[in-house]
């Protein structure tokens, strides 16, 4: 299989590596000229140019956009639209706004370019370990997909979970999720810090192995803290991608109650606003992080 990727950065750059290590033919393109000698030590290929990747890829095509959410990935949907050809398929693997997907795949539409959106989670790690993917696509589109799906993901960690618009819906809600979950381990942490005869390190590392509370999550937790025990230094206002307000959002207009949902992403605004401490959820973050959620 072919594929074109559109952003070679942190995300990218190991999504290029790791469709290359897989055996795919991957031509990319990035601004950054040290991006692109990243990705063509992995095994790419690249083009300096946005416009020469179509004459790179034989059709029906491919192209993989892997930029930040926003102007940066409407602008590059925008320009493939002005240089692809009738039944190439574009996917926004970005974290966007899963509002946004119907625009596009409309503006994709009238130039008979197909489009899916697909929900991506692993952050820096992924490349190594795989990605999860949440995948918006028709039938027809995620069959096209399931090379690329395949070399990218965990074991069986990809799944079409709906039409256009539901991979980006479905990773919000992921790290709706993720912020309620991060909460829950920074006010557990708190508790046990309230005890000086505890080890809350070597409490934390007990409930990793086979308890019910066992996560990822709570396995990056543990390792911030073997690095940093006191959390010296770590600064206690904790940032949002959007992803949990679109959640909350979406919440709101379907009348769906989502107090622990809606109270991580509080929690985040609050350490911002009177520098609450939270110093265990920006640590626990900076080690799943290093991306965008």
Known sequence: MQIGLVGLGKMGGGMASRLAKAGLDVVGFDISAASRARAVESGARTVEDLTALPAALSGPR?????LPPGELTHGAIEDLAGVLDDGDLVVDGGNSDFRDAPGRAALLAARGIRFADIGVSGGQWGWKN??????????????ELEPALSALSADDGYSRVGGVGAGHLVKAIHNGIQYGLLQAYAEGFALLEAHPEVDSLAAMS?????????????????????????????????????????TAEEA???AIPTPALSA???ARFASRSDGAPNRLL???RGRIGGQKE
């Open 264 to 266: 991580g992403l509080q």
């Open 206 to 246: 007990a409930w990793q192995q086979g308890s019910s509370i066992r996560s990822w999550l709570l396995e990056q937790t543990i390792e911030a803290l073997r690095e940093n025990p006191t959390l010296a230094d770590v600064d206690s206002r904790v940032p949002d991608s959007g992803m949990g307000r679109w």
């Open 62 to 66: 491919v192209v993989w956009v892997m």
């Open 252 to 254: 709101i207009r379907l």
């Open 130 to 143: 795989g990605y999860g993917l949440m995948v918006g696509a028709d039938e027809t589109s995620f069959a």
């Open 282 to 284: 920006v640590a626990a």
